[in-house]
């Protein structure tokens, strides 16, 4: 594991504006810098970096945080990678701190096993441009699929020779273990009796082209590779088997060089093979993935779900496989996600059809014949169904099935209404049905040990409950961050002690003071014991707490490099939307805007009031539901009436503070 203090120094040299000035164009903006989105197409710039509190915003989708989470959101590194990347750009010693001897080992069996398979890249890279069988053969093909050479190198294909163990003793005479040649798939290891070392070893991917896999990360996972002689015997294609780094199933080819533009334009194309693939990057179009063959898994959609969540589907003119493949469509769906899916014309695949026309036609083809799942469904099922009655009921059961699948219930009664439409049948059956499969889930699901749910409108309102109290827990959090080491006057209203009235009716007097706002802050808190519902706000306002302990004053910076990245982002979202006003220009368009420096006082008693006040709702709420079952009812119907008076004073504090 990385060392803190490799950490500390990385957060502590690696500059914000450096790093994201090299993947996007800055300008300065007074103090701070801005741009043009990196995440989302726009023409006026709502990306900023501010190099004084070392954090960048962008405003036009939301994200934000430090120096790290712009590389774990751009580049899609892990914290780790992301660390490492930083510490080489800046020549910081990686420290290591002590694991367990289980740990080392399982680190370097994956590091082992990520070198091997770097070796065997370059490897097969070289002969392929190097040697006179891999042009000959490997060079060749490719060249006859019409990739260009930077197109080859991109992908970073090569060849591995027609022979037995060519490979296997070239990585062997290299100094790399054959424990890990075998664990890659790279090597096969068999038993030979007749063999002075009691084994026989031969490369898996002999006479075959090689197709690289990558990580997000850009990390070599294991290979694809086609065979090109006419041994019918031997699988078209064969990828690399599961191990401790490369699971088929978790990983989609195309995924490091696409993730920038399926980020960038919000969509993601999804294909079958590695040719199409490199054939669409080839034309121009690079947020293209392949599922490598495989029936789609609901891991490799949580991937594309990372970047996007919009996915079209491209299948080739082969109806049959185009069945097959529809079942993907339900886990798409499954997930939230929105899912087009469009055909090429018979005898093309994207492969195929990229080569044919040019990069104009292509974006053309693929956005005007780009359809509704729906749609799809209905076209291509409707050829079997016709005049049959029971398979045109068997289609619609189907297609309501898929929108089943859907968790947003406004999607569910807009794809209802288009069934409806295309299908000539009337949206009451087509509910109908969708109920009976809804109630069907719920009596699987009753049969689970699941907590019992609450009436509908009781979670509405509890969630508005929780919403509003996370808003004044995040302008708490937000105060302390900005301005809890700054001294004001504060002017409060409090209860006239030489009144005689009854509490309720006392007049309200007027009082100044001054305090350091954390500290305000603070014992109000510490008076009405109130503890934060929000996990992040609780250890944000905790560890302030501590901070104001120890160094008497609020540091943010410790916040904006905190370890738990969630911490980071949303402190950062909340520094950061106090720039945004700048963006603007305001002040050249000669609009004054307010300095909230000038009314710190009545935000803080502001944010603490209404905080309150949404508690004693709350309480209040509870006291009411309690009432029914209440032997003493007289007495809970006295403390509602006392809190309902808190809640009206407190009404009053927030009308009368200055």
């Not at 990585?171 to 009691?198: F, R």
């Not at 295309?422 to 509910?431: C, D, G, K, R």
């Not at 109908?432 to 009436?455: G, W």
Request: aromatic fraction near 10%; charged fraction near 30%; glycine fraction near 4%.
């Amino acid at each position: 594991m990385i060392s803190r203090n490799t950490i500390d120094s990385v957060f502590e040299t690696a500059r914000v504006e450096e790093v994201i000035g090299e993947f996007v164009q800055l300008k300065k903006a007074g103090s701070n810098f801005k741009g043009l989105s990196p995440f989302s197409d726009e023409r006026t710039p709502s990306f900023m970096v501010s190099p004084v509190k070392q954090i960048w915003k962008d405003f036009s989708t939301g994200k934000g945080g430090n120096v790290i989470s712009f590389l774990m959101e751009h580049e899609h590194y892990s914290y780790p990678e992301a660390i490492r990347y930083l510490a080489k750009k800046y020549n910081i010693e990686i420290e290591e701190t002590e694991q367990t001897d289980e740990q080392k080992q399982q680190a370097d069996e994956r590091e082992s096993m990520f070198l091997v398979s770097e070796f065997a890249r370059d490897y097969f890279q070289q002969i392929l441009w190097e040697d006179e069988q891999g042009k000959a053969i490997g060079l060749t093909y490719f060249k006859e699929r019409g990739f260009t050479d930077e197109i080859i190198r991109k992908f970073q294909l090569g060849y591995s020779l027609n022979e037995w163990d060519a490979f296997t003793n070239e990585a062997l005479n290299k100094g790399y273990n054959l424990k890990y040649l075998e664990s890659t798939g790279l090597t096969i290891v068999k038993q030979d009796l007749l063999s002075a070392t009691g084994t026989k070893q031969f490369d898996r991917f002999k006479g075959r082209v090689m197709f690289p896999i990558h990580s997000m990360s850009g990390r070599v996972l294991g290979f694809g590779g086609r065979i090109l002689g006419n041994d019918k015997k031997a699988a078209k294609y064969l990828n690399s088997p599961d191990s401790e780094i490369y699971h088929k199933s978790n990983i989609l080819y195309g995924i490091y060089h696409a993730k920038q533009s399926i980020a960038k334009l919000d969509n993601c194309y999804l294909v079958e093979g590695y040719t199409d693939v490199i054939s669409f990057h080839q034309s121009g179009i690079d947020n293209v993935v392949a599922s490598s063959g495989t029936a789609l898994t609901e891991n490799q959609i949580r991937l594309i779900n990372r970047l996007t969540k919009n996915i079209t589907i491209l299948f080739d003119g082969d109806a049959a496989g185009i069945r097959a493949s529809l079942r993907g469509i339900d886990l798409i769906l499954e997930q939230g996600m929105n899912v087009k899916v469009l055909s090429f014309p018979d005898g093309d695949d994207p492969d195929s059809f990229a080569k044919k026309v040019s990069t104009n036609e292509l974006k053309e083809y693929l956005q005007n014949n780009a359809k509704d799942f729906i749609n799809f469904k209905v076209s291509l099922l409707m050829k079997d169904a016709q005049d049959d009655p029971v398979k045109k009921a068997g289609l619609i059961r189907d297609i309501v099935v898929s929108i089943s699948k859907i968790p947003d219930r406004i999607q569910q009664e807009v794809y209802i209404q288009e069934c409806s439409r295309i299908m000539s049948i009337s949206e009451e059956v087509l509910f109908n049905e969708l109920a009976q499969l809804d109630k069907k889930e719920q009596r699987e699901a009753s049969k689970k040990p699941v907590a019992k749910l609450a009436p509908k409108l009781q979670k509405t309102s509890q969630a508005k409950e929780i919403d509003e109290l996370k808003k004044y827990e995040r302008e708490i959090i937000k105060i302390l961050l900005l301005y809890g080491n700054k001294e004001v006057e504060f002017i409060d209203y409090v209860t006239n002690d030489e009144a005689t009235a009854e509490p309720e009716t006392q007049p309200l007097k007027k009082v100044k003071f001054t305090n350091v706002i954390s500290r305000e802050i603070y014992l109000n808190l510490q008076d009405d014991e109130v503890e934060f519902t929000d996990e992040n706000f609780k250890q944000i306002y905790y560890e302030i707490i501590h901070q104001l302990n120890q160094e008497k004053a609020v540091i943010v910076d410790a916040f904006v490099n905190h370890p738990n990245i969630e911490i980071a982002n949303m402190v950062t979202n909340i520094l950061m939307d106090d720039e945004k006003h700048s963006l603007s220009n305001w002040e050249k368009k000669d609009i004054i805007v307010k300095s909230k420096e000038s009314v710190l006082s009545k935000m803080v008693l502001d944010a603490i009031y209404n905080l309150r006040r949404v508690l004693i709702e709350q309480k209040i709420k509870a006291l009411i539901s309690e009432i029914e079952k209440e032997e003493q009812r007289e007495q809970v119907l006295e403390t509602v009436v006392n809190y309902t008076g808190l809640k009206q004073r407190l009404f009053e504090r927030l009308n009368r503070v200055i």
